[in-house]
């Protein structure tokens, strides 16, 4: 894949208005937000504030500890109403790939009425287009690399504490640059990111080597779980029993379904996990190119990218056991 991101002037444009109008700015990253969409959130406010705006950063999810290393990290509004939320002008939604993922709307349905302007910023395939201005590439390798051409057309110098930010979210969404989606311009972007200051070192330490004792022990209960199905689909899970007992969060499972891909037999795999609020959260990667993951998370009403797509559905996790007979 040698994929380049192309955008909409039209969109870009509309953004660019949008953001000079405005003065109070609010940006949501997803529920259970990981490196792109933290790093966007935080290279976005960092870009706005040179702007002399006045900006908010919001995720209805804790921001996870290894995260909070980028500028902002550990400064996230979680919980929101509808009357502070009409203190902005402005709402700029980052790396979420269908409107559902704000979550917020699930409590303040205004949210997403467009009385306050939307900018809808992401690279997910399902992307449902909830923006008044949206700033797409279905395609591209990570919303922060979607970021870097708009913060080009938007004429933004990119500062140290912004390019590690990006960085974080490339390096994240590209499974380190192992991912088929690390192309040409993946890697040159990360050059110069590089050139602008970016602690590689840093993104590296906290989101790939920063693991404890109990991280490692859910990570091997993942794996040793792992089955291959009749449908050549590798299948595991993590239930809430687990994350208890290791006194654990979903997120701490980041990073392991990688593993998981990396079986040649399998179509794709899957690694189902309670979510300690109800629901079940499904992961889904691939190596193969004939299998389209965001339609199969689309039929449980979740989306993503061809080759790496998730869902969320209300419920629980049974064990099924089956014993067979064997005659002598």
């Known amino acids: 894949m040698n994929h380049r991101i192309q955008l909409d002037i039209d969109e870009l444009k509309k953004a660019r208005d949008l953001i000079a109008q405005s003065s109070r700015v609010l940006i949501i990253s997803h529920r259970n937000p990981d490196a792109d969409s933290i790093g966007a959130n935080s290279s976005v406010r960092i870009a706005l504030e040179s702007m002399d705006k006045t900006v908010s950063s919001a995720c209805a999810d804790p921001v996870p500890e290894n995260l909070q290393f980028m500028k902002y990290g550990d400064q996230f509004l979680q919980d929101l109403t509808w009357q502070r939320i009409q203190e902005y002008d402005l709402i700029i939604t980052v790396d979420c790939g269908a409107h559902y993922l704000v979550k917020y709307h699930e409590t303040i349905p205004q949210i997403l009425s ?7 910023i992401d690279h997910h395939a399902s992307n449902d287009l909830f923006g008044n201005a949206n700033i797409l590439d279905r395609e591209g390798a990570s919303t922060t690399l979607v970021l870097y051409f708009f913060f080009k057309f938007l004429g933004v110098e990119v500062n140290t504490d912004m390019a590690t930010s990006m960085l974080a979210g490339l390096y994240f969404d590209t499974g380190s640059f192992k991912h088929s989606n ?61 994350l208890k007992e290791l006194e654990l969060e979903p997120n701490d499972l980041s990073g392991v379904i990688d593993y998981l891909n990396s079986t040649p037999d399998s179509k794709f795999c899957i690694l ?12 889904c990667r691939t190596l193969r190119d004939d299998v389209d993951l965001s339609k199969i998370a689309g039929v449980f009403g979740g989306g993503g990218h061809r080759k790496a797509a998730g869902f969320t559905i209300p419920g629980h996790l049974e064990e099924e056991v089956v014993k067979k007979i064997k005659i002598k």
Do not use: C
């Not at 467009?114 to 809808?120: A, T």
């Not at 050059?191 to 693991?211: C, E, P, Q, R, W």
């Open 114 to 120: 467009k009385e306050i302007p939307i900018i809808n």
């Open 182 to 242: 690390t192309s040409s311009e993946v890697l040159a972007v990360t050059s110069h990111l590089m050139h602008k200051g970016a602690d590689y070192k840093l993104i590296v330490n906290h989101l790939f080597k920063t693991t404890s004792i109990n991280r490692l022990k859910l990570w091997g209960r993942a794996l040793s779980r792992a089955r291959l199905n009749d449908k050549d689909v590798l299948v595991s899970n993590i239930t809430e029993e687990d």
């Open 272 to 283: 189902l996990t309670e979510d300690m609020k109800g629901n079940i959260k499904g992961s």
